[in-house]
């Protein structure tokens, strides 16, 4: 059995919008709640309460302090108390890792925030053009027949962008048949330029939506800036600004879906680079450029659609210079700089795309070998082919390659 998430957007009357907001509230009140307990037992160097017997305090506040939680479904805060436990462990797992700069320290929800939700568990129903949550009904659904009438739901999340409420829906859903596998294997070199070259030759280009609407933005940002806060155009001027933003993450979002769900679907094996996104966003200049691409949302994609439809993926080294390195022949060119776009080999006078000649590597990497080192015969061909069974050993332990010399 596999986790599978469908999200969708909500058609909401009035009351319904209410009803909603009031379980946002909840949820934020009682993540808050737990968020600030949890904070006065960690600066006493106490035991921090769990979601369990915060949820048990709870419950004792809701007939004194905090009546209207009856008023919304009792998972609803619940839920945010196990964030809140979740949000804890991750702190708490970044400290043991050792992460540089920022631990991110829980922080406080806002009623500011401009995404806002909450997730409820227990007796939900989905119909084709429906969903029925505990306490708050039937929800028209904008799209019909696209959640799964027929799987176990596990839990449900409601939540709220930019004017618009939507329900992902969680559910379990047994193993997609693996009949239709292919013996196709592809590397894939990410990029900036282009955002995904793969090495049967085809290319996508990023579809840079916020670089061609950096200038709306600019504008908007501006209009926010001058306008009163608390104000009601300031109220509106940000609603305007979420709207835009909104706008951005969805042709990015459409545009890299119709990518991995290509590659996933024409191929059985996909090698990427471990890329250290978070370490490229450090430098200035880059950081937008990769944020717009969303380099890190292809691997999110590509991980999860693989798993899906029973496909591999393996990881090369952040360090293996896959770029530098010869396809055909397996010659280094260490001066290689970041504007030479085409790679010229000086052993085999190979000439070829930068991206093309860096994902025919990525790819060797898990075939080890390929029609051109066999062909060129050079001496230092060999060790890319030595390199292949030890590494295919370690993919099958691990399903992860790590390659650190070479
Ligand atoms: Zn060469």
């Not at 059995?1 to 909401?12: C, F, T």
């Not at 978070?278 to 937008?288: E, G």
């Not at 952040?318 to 001066?335: L, V």
Request: aromatic share 8%.
């Amino acid at each position: 059995m596999i986790l599978r998430a469908y999200k969708v957007q909500l058609s909401v009357n009035n009351k319904q919008q209410t009803l909603l907001l009031q379980h946002i509230g909840c949820a934020r009140w009682a993540y808050n709640w737990a968020l600030a307990k949890k904070k006065e037992s960690f600066d006493k160097k106490e035991k921090i309460p769990n979601a369990i017997e915060l949820h048990r305090e709870l419950n004792k506040l809701k007939q004194s302090d905090v009546p209207w939680m009856y008023n919304s479904s009792k998972t609803s805060p619940q839920n945010a108390l196990r964030d809140c436990d979740k949000a804890f462990q991750n702190f708490f797992t970044r400290c043991k890792k050792k992460v540089k700069g920022k631990k991110g320290f829980p922080k406080f929800k806002s009623k500011k925030n401009e995404k806002q939700s909450f997730r409820l568990d227990g007796a939900i129903s989905v119909e084709s053009d429906c969903i029925k949550l505990p306490r708050i009904g039937k929800l028209r659904l904008a799209e019909k027949d696209y959640i799964p009438t027929d799987c176990k739901i596990l839990s449900a999340t409601v939540s709220k962008r930019a004017d618009k409420w939507f329900v992902s829906v969680q559910v379990e859903t047994p193993d997609r048949e693996r009949s239709n596998e292919k013996n196709k294997v592809v590397g894939i070199d990410l990029g900036i330029k282009s955002l995904a070259t793969c090495s049967d030759g085809a290319t996508y280009e990023n579809p840079k939506a916020l670089k061609k609407n950096l200038k709306r933005l600019k504008r908007k940002q501006k209009q926010l800036s001058r306008k009163k806060k608390s104000s009601k155009n300031y109220g509106k001027a940000k609603q305007k600004l979420a709207k835009l933003y909104y706008h951005i993450s969805n042709i990015r979002k459409d545009c890299l879906h119709k990518i991995t769900s290509k590659i996933i679907d024409e191929n059985q094996v996909i090698v990427l680079e471990d890329l250290k996104v978070s370490n490229m966003m450090k430098n200035h200049c880059l950081a937008q450029a990769i944020s717009d691409v969303g380099l890190h949302e292809f691997r999110r994609q590509i991980e999860y659609k693989a798993k899906w439809s029973g496909r591999k993926v393996v990881f090369a080294d952040a360090f293996y210079p896959s770029s530098k390195t010869c396809s055909c022949c397996g010659w280094k060119n260490s001066d290689l700089k970041l504007t030479d776009r085409v790679f010229e080999c000086k052993m085999c006078d190979m000439k070829i795309d930068r991206d093309l000649n860096a994902s025919l590597n990525l790819k060797q990497i898990y075939t080890g070998s390929s029609s051109g080192i066999q062909a060129c015969g050079d001496g230092s061909s060999e060790k890319a082919i030595s390199l292949s069974p030890s590494v295919k050993q370690e993919f099958n332990k691990k399903s992860r390659v790590y390659i650190l010399k070479r």
